[in-house]
């Protein structure tokens, strides 16, 4: 199987085809789970793995968007072309910055499709993960595999094998992961780091095993961010954000949606009271 993890990508190089080409290379993996063919331990090692790819790559992505939003706010100089005679009329030529604006949105475009393709195949890993844990609990999965490893045992004899450095890899891995989900939130959200303190004293932000999380509600969690906002990026990428802390249809929950008796969280309040506490 030739999934992400095997190989870096640039924007351009994951087509409609090869994000169908991965889909059924994931649904063929699960297909093969449940008829105990290959454990569903090892199956959700390789998920683990192929979102941790996934989510690294979504990181590029934004920091080439915001690169990008960079790139535009530098002084533009106007490129005269001398070479040109006095009898030709150049008023109708386009200016080099109408030029630049024209290649900066088609760059911005192809970014932004990209997060969005990278971010709906990343929600699809989560979800099949949940889907693996489900077959791990069926009865029908547990006696084929039964059936399977005893077929092992016999044609290969028992063997044991020690995975203290594997595990060890794989704990590595996710605080590699953890420290560049934090690092990407500091670089997009520079309030984050004069807030980190004071979140992590009073109960609001901590680093898990699984990541970093967000002890309160997530109502107070997308008010939290929408209250920052981002310094270069012109949308706070919620999808992103949602996938660093375990959340769902973050953006929605930062939204009143119509819905004029929603009123700010308890939780956020609470935290606009310690961070005004001189």
Same mark, same amino acid.
């Given at each position: 199987m030739e999934l992400m993890q095997n190989r870096r990508y640039k924007p351009d190089d994951i087509s409609i085809s090869y994000y169908n080409e991965l889909k059924l290379q994931i649904e063929s993996l699960i297909e093969v789970c449940k008829e105990g063919n290959i454990s569903v331990h090892e199956a959700v090692k390789i998920i683990y793995d192929e979102m941790s790819s996934s989510m690294d790559y979504i990181w590029? =992505? /934004?920091?080439?968007?915001?690169?990008?939003?960079?790139?535009?706010?530098?002084?533009? #100089?106007?490129?005269?072309?001398?070479?040109?005679?006095? /009898?030709?009329?150049?008023?109708? /030529?386009?200016?080099?910055? &109408? =030029?630049l604006n024209v290649g900066y949105e088609f760059r911005k475009n192809e970014l932004e499709k990209a997060v969005e393709d990278m971010e709906k195949y990343h929600d699809s890993l989560v979800e099949i993960e949940g889907e693996l844990a489900e077959i791990l609990e069926s009865k029908d999965y547990q006696k084929? +595999?039964?059936?399977?490893?005893?077929?092992?045992?016999?044609?290969?004899?028992?063997? %044991?094998?020690?995975? #203290?450095?594997?595990?060890?890899?794989?704990?590595?891995?996710?605080?590699?992961?953890? &420290? +560049?989900?934090?690092? %990407?939130?500091?670089?997009? %959200?520079?309030?984050?780091?004069? &807030? /980190?303190k004071l979140l992590s004293e009073n109960g609001y932000l901590k680093i898990t095993d699984k990541g970093l999380r967000w002890l309160k509600t997530k109502q107070s969690l997308a008010e939290y961010f929408k209250s920052i906002k981002p310094t270069e990026l012109k949308k706070i990428p919620w999808t992103m954000i949602g996938n660093i802390f375990g959340e769902k249809d973050l953006k929605n929950s930062a939204s009143a949606n119509g819905n004029e008796f929603k009123g700010t969280s308890v939780d956020f309040t609470e935290w606009q009271k310690i961070k005004n506490t001189p």
């Amino acid at each position: 199987m030739e999934l992400m993890q095997n190989r870096r990508y640039k924007p351009d190089d994951i087509s409609i085809s090869y994000y169908n080409e991965l889909k059924l290379q994931i649904e063929s993996l699960i297909e093969v789970c449940k008829e105990g063919n290959i454990s569903v331990h090892e199956a959700v090692k390789i998920i683990y793995d192929e979102m941790s790819s996934s989510m690294d790559y979504i990181w590029t =992505l /934004y920091e080439m968007l915001e690169n990008l939003e960079k790139e535009k706010q530098e002084p533009i #100089n106007e490129i005269e072309n001398e070479s040109v005679p006095d /009898y030709i009329d150049t008023s109708w /030529y386009p200016s080099t910055e &109408d =030029l630049l604006n024209v290649g900066y949105e088609f760059r911005k475009n192809e970014l932004e499709k990209a997060v969005e393709d990278m971010e709906k195949y990343h929600d699809s890993l989560v979800e099949i993960e949940g889907e693996l844990a489900e077959i791990l609990e069926s009865k029908d999965y547990q006696k084929k +595999r039964k059936e399977n490893i005893k077929q092992q045992i016999t044609t290969n004899g028992l063997q %044991f094998t020690v995975k #203290n450095n594997e595990e060890a890899n794989e704990q590595t891995s996710k605080n590699n992961a953890t &420290d +560049r989900a934090l690092n %990407f939130l500091i670089t997009s %959200f520079p309030q984050l780091s004069k &807030d /980190y303190k004071l979140l992590s004293e009073n109960g609001y932000l901590k680093i898990t095993d699984k990541g970093l999380r967000w002890l309160k509600t997530k109502q107070s969690l997308a008010e939290y961010f929408k209250s920052i906002k981002p310094t270069e990026l012109k949308k706070i990428p919620w999808t992103m954000i949602g996938n660093i802390f375990g959340e769902k249809d973050l953006k929605n929950s930062a939204s009143a949606n119509g819905n004029e008796f929603k009123g700010t969280s308890v939780d956020f309040t609470e935290w606009q009271k310690i961070k005004n506490t001189p």
